[in-house]
């Protein structure tokens, strides 16, 4: 079956910049794996808030089936279970986006039971894409958990449930003392400040835990 070039593979999320995390703890989600019929849309241009000397823009990515509607076969199969399995298993997304992809009119748009039954039908753990998907954001980011776990929940984001995106914030074995250096050093490096600052920075702003924190300034300072 000829899906998607390979142009598609790259294009599925568009980048965006926007304001800080909301924080994955502190959202309001659905606590079930049942699918909502609400299509994630992008903004129709990329959100920008100007950032004060101190506080550096914050980078997420945002869902845009339009990025890569240009790139789409036109000789795709349409077929729900083909679909759902391709969804699933080779671009890695959450049940909710598959979904998305699946219903919109922008996209696929086929009708909304029949994609809720494939996926439903479609014995996958999609836990284990929130995984992948995470490694990626701490790799290419070096996120803190709480970061992480943000990013991967939400309707306007990867749309995975509260649930997969926790498990995969904490079981991805992300070294997250790691990431919190990294992010002191990209941060000090442009914002000298004292101790206590940056404490406070990677801890509020940043969601990362005390003993990450302490680990962070305590190796900077070594260095």
Request: hydrophobic content about 30%; aromatic content about 12%; glycine content about 2%.
């Amino acid at each position: 079956m000829n899906y998607r070039n390979n142009k598609f593979l790259g294009m599925l999320l568009g980048a965006s910049l926007i304001s800080l995390f909301t924080g994955c703890h502190e959202e309001k989600m659905t606590n079930d794996n049942s699918i909502t019929d609400t299509v994630v849309t992008a903004s129709e241009d990329n959100n920008e808030m100007a950032s004060s000397d101190d506080k550096p823009e914050q980078v997420f990515i945002t869902f845009r089936p339009e990025d890569v509607r240009a790139e789409t076969d036109k000789n795709v199969d349409l077929n729900p279970d083909e679909l759902a399995k391709y969804y699933a298993y080779e671009m890695g997304l959450s049940k909710q986006n598959a979904y998305n992809l699946m219903t919109s009119a922008q996209f696929d748009n086929l009708p909304e039971d029949e994609s809720r039954n494939a996926l439903d039908a479609l014995d996958y753990d999609w836990t284990i894409n929130a995984v992948k998907k995470a490694k990626e954001y701490s790799n290419q980011y070096h996120f803190s958990a709480a970061e992480i776990c943000d990013l991967l929940s939400g309707e306007e984001r990867d749309g995975f449930t509260k649930e997969e995106a926790e498990f995969a914030s904490l079981n991805s074995d992300i070294d997250y003392k790691e990431n919190a250096l990294y992010i002191l050093k990209e941060y000090a490096e442009q914002y000298p400040h004292d101790e206590d600052f940056y404490y406070q920075y990677l801890t509020e702003t940043r969601k990362f835990t005390q003993d990450e924190a302490k680990y962070a300034l305590s190796s900077y300072k070594k260095d």
